[in-house]
Nanobody, 118 residues
């Protein structure tokens, strides 16, 4: 079992930056991919960025060039650096993992609120 804890959200003005952290606990050796997701009020949850065990990264088009996903294996932490934030980035951000036991994302964290004021 893997547990995830997100942090780093907050209120920021448009054009500003935030860095989110996702710390993993438990059977981290089972993790294949870590993903950052977000859900805005009234909208479906969407994937924002992913990083695989081998280090491959991918981004949704709306954040590519502004957000960077990275990891620190020594700290069991995946980061989401968010620059040039826009009002439409406002959402609750979650991290989740795909493990060797399942191809679906699971083990969702509690989420962290990001609010961008225009």
């Amino acid at each position: 079992q893997v547990q995830l804890v997100e942090s780093g959200g907050g209120l920021v003005q448009a054009g500003g930056s935030l860095r989110l952290s996702c710390v993993a606990f438990g059977n981290i050796f089972t993790i294949n991919t870590v993903g950052w997701f977000r859900q805005a009020p009234g909208k479906q949850r969407e994937v924002v960025a992913t990083i695989t065990r081998s280090g491959n990264v991918d981004y949704t088009d709306s954040v590519r060039g502004r957000f960077t996903i990275s990891r620190d294996n020594a700290k069991n932490t995946v980061y989401l650096q968010m620059n040039s934030l826009k009002a439409e980035d406002t959402a609750v951000y979650y991290c989740a993992v795909r493990t060797i036991l399942s191809t679906a994302y699971g083990n969702w964290g509690q989420g962290t609120q990001v609010t961008v004021s225009s």
